[in-house]
């Protein structure tokens, strides 16, 4: 067979498109296949003690706190899953470290779907968040380091289909199995089915090319130029790969060569800003509100709004097709608006829809308001797929230097799973203790995300992963790089460094370039 299927240029970078999706898809799956069988009859039998349909009081109370917890064990070894595969793909390659983590994750779905103890429930819990959180945070990576300046945003962007689309199949399969109950196989299946989806990851993965810049940093120069030249359907001495070569060999050659303690220094390339930048990005996304919606949705449908069970169901399942339609809008807007604008528009179009979800839920014998809730609900979903579903993944990878990028996306992926698990935990609790004024905390929670962004995030659309660190070589505040990102014209690297020394730069030869360190 033919390298990479015989596929260069956009055809490659389609396949590479597709098979991160697939990953990204099993990320949605997992956030949702929870939430889609805790209404689940055989469910809360087999497991008591997260029941909170058939009990009252201090009971239900309690078992709301032991359901999000056990709920929330996902996401805190996400954690974990994310900080350990960012070691991994340093070591390994994107390639490998994507591997292992779609295998684990897909133990765990085995091991909580085959469960009947409620101790090998939470350790399949534990051991699908450790793969996935890898997953995510190496598939961001990889699809940032291969895709073109020009289009990374859409390519990555569009991660927001299939992770809609992951969260729209598991509530549709859980709507789908509850009619084969009292047969446990309702919860079980739904469970198991990213099973399929880690196949699908795992068959095809080393079928497409490694990151060129991570080849780059092991002395793979070689290697590099090849995918580079197959990546942009060029010579792989042609100048487009050249000029792409000179800028990952400046980045190296200029990155400081400490070890991972660097992330917490400033240093000329303002690393510990960037972190900053990276990790408040994912704490962001998490803290908007979606995981209360996609987590919890048939609760939310029944409880909240007081709609029956079954139609709970099918209005969670049905939510997601709006998750679909703002990544869709997302994928075509990202470069063409930029990043910031487009997290600027979500932010204040969450709080906005928030304040409405408040409002209209705050009487719950006033059923007319009750389904404009749905409207703004829904509405939300649109609006924060389209600025910060995909976005602050893309941004993080984007802004953070060459030689710490897998550690820079790590540890803010760790971020948003920690942030991810704190808002899975205490929504059941706060849901049951102050009702609709939850959706409060949210309303005010993105609108300070505004000022946020519009002060400390630069513009990054259409820049070279290279060319985003002098934006931040040239500031010298936390208020500078905004200013630096509008003021720097887009061009190489190199031409930068030829403009301040006047001396051209050396690339190295296929004669020599694997020796290059």
């Known amino acids: 067979m033919a390298r990479y299927w015989g596929l260069r240029g956009s055809k490659l970078h389609l396949a590479i498109w597709v098979e991160a999706c697939f990953g990204v898809m099993i990320f949605g799956y997992n956030q949702a296949s929870a939430g889609g069988v805790l209404a689940d009859v055989t469910f809360n039998k087999q497991f008591p003690r997260m029941d909170t349909l058939t009990t009252t009081g201090s009971l239900q109370s309690y078992n709301a706190k032991i359901q999000g917890t056990v709920v929330a064990m996902y996401t805190l070894f996400g954690v974990f899953g994310a900080l350990g595969c960012t070691f991994l793909g340093d070591i390994l390659g994107r390639r490998k470290t994507i591997f292992i983590a779609s295998i684990v994750q ?3 779905a085995i091991l909580q779907s085959s469960s009947f103890a409620f101790e090998q429930f939470i350790i399949g819990r534990i051991v699908l968040g450790l793969g996935t959180g890898g997953l995510i945070a190496t598939i961001s990576v990889w699809q940032a380091e291969v895709s073109k300046a020009e289009n990374r945003g859409e390519h990555v962007s569009a991660f927001g289909i299939f992770c809609g689309s992951g969260l729209g199949l598991a509530l549709w399969v859980a709507f789908g199995m509850s009619y084969t109950q009292p047969n446990s196989v309702a919860w079980r299946f739904t469970m198991v089915f990213t099973v399929f989806l880690s196949i699908l990851v795992c068959s095809g993965i080393f079928n497409l090319p490694e990151s060129p810049r991570w080849l780059s940093k092991k002395g793979h120069w070689e290697e590099a130029r090849e995918i580079l030249a197959l990546l942009h359907d060029e010579d792989p001495y042609g100048e487009i790969v050249k000029k792409e070569i000179e800028d990952i060999q400046i980045s190296i050659e200029r990155a400081s060569k400490g070890s991972t303690s660097a992330l917490f220094k400033m240093g000329p390339q303002r690393t510990f800003h960037r972190v900053v930048i990276a990790a408040i990005a994912q704490m962001m996304l998490q803290m908007s509100g979606i995981n209360s919606i996609t987590y919890y949705a048939p609760a939310i449908y029944e409880n909240q709004l007081h709609f029956s069970g079954t139609v709970s169901r099918i209005l969670a399942a049905s939510s997601q097709i709006a998750l679909v339609i703002g990544a869709f809008c997302c994928a075509y807007t990202v470069d063409k608006f930029g990043r910031r604008k487009l997290m600027l528009f979500s932010a204040s179009g969450m709080s906005i829809c928030f304040a409405c979800i408040a409002g209209l839920t705050s009487n719950p014998d006033n059923k007319p308001a009750l389904k404009a809730a749905v409207f703004f ?23 953070a230097p060459t030689h710490l990028r897998a550690s820079v996306c790590g540890l803010s992926t760790a971020v948003s799973w920690l942030f991810n698990f704190l808002v899975a935990e205490v929504t059941p609790t706060a849901f049951t203790n102050i009702g609709w004024k939850y959706f409060l905390v949210y309303f005010s929670l993105n609108a300070l995300f505004v000022p946020i962004i519009y002060f400390f995030f630069p513009e990054t659309s259409g820049r070279s992963l290279e060319e985003i660190d002098q934006i931040f070589e040239s500031s010298t505040s936390i208020f500078d790089a905004v200013s630096a ?7 190489h690297l190199a031409e930068y460094l030829q403009e301040e020394k006047g001396t051209e730069i050396a ?3 296929a004669s020599h370039i694997d020796d290059v360190a």
């Open 106 to 108: 897909a133990v765990g």
């Open 377 to 399: 609900s829904y509405l939300y979903v649109v609006v924060y797929v389209m600025g910060f579903l995909g976005i602050p993944f893309l941004y993080a990878s984007e802004i």
């Open 485 to 491: 990102a509008k003021k720097l014209p887009k061009r």
């Open 507 to 509: 690339v190295p030869e």
